[in-house]
């Protein structure tokens, strides 16, 4: 059960940062659709707790590859930062204005990118 567990979460997190274009327009439609699909699961405590540590450790890594590969080379380049990259258009302007943000504070560059 953990595994088929972790299987869906790692491909619903994936869905969640690709583009959601269509899926927005007909979002009515596609939550029937969706529900369908997804199964309920019986978890014990233990596996639930692994479930929660993946998504932390993955969520972590993905603001990681984000500051990396995005943020920090153009740092002095502000106005580029202006807008999330084409490659992750689910984020939103004002949650990626607020990560860059975070990202450049001096004293988060001190403690997380030494």
């Given at each position: 059960?953990?595994?088929?567990?972790?299987?869906?979460?790692?491909?619903?997190?994936?869905?969640?940062t690709e583009d959601q274009g269509e899926e927005n327009k007909?979002?009515?439609?596609?939550?029937?659709k969706q529900e369908k699909k997804f199964k309920k699961f019986?978890?014990?405590?233990?596996?639930?707790?692994?479930?929660?540590?993946?998504?932390?450790?993955?969520?972590?890594?993905?603001?990681?590859?984000?500051?990396?590969?995005?943020?920090?080379?153009?740092?002095?380049?502000?106005?580029?930062?202006?807008?999330?990259?084409?490659?992750?258009?689910?984020?939103?302007?004002?949650?990626?204005?607020?990560f860059v943000d975070k990202v450049l504070f001096e004293q988060?560059?001190?403690?997380?990118?030494?």
């Open positions: 059960d953990c595994r088929r567990w972790l299987t869906m979460l790692s491909s619903l997190f994936r869905s969640s007909q979002k009515k439609k596609g939550l029937q019986k978890l014990s405590l233990k596996c639930k707790s692994q479930v929660l540590k993946w998504m932390g450790v993955a969520s972590r890594n993905f603001r990681c590859e984000l500051a990396t590969k995005f943020v920090i080379p153009n740092k002095d380049d502000r106005k580029s930062l202006r807008l999330p990259p084409i490659e992750y258009p689910s984020i939103k302007k004002e949650d990626w204005k607020l988060f560059q001190v403690c997380c990118l030494l």
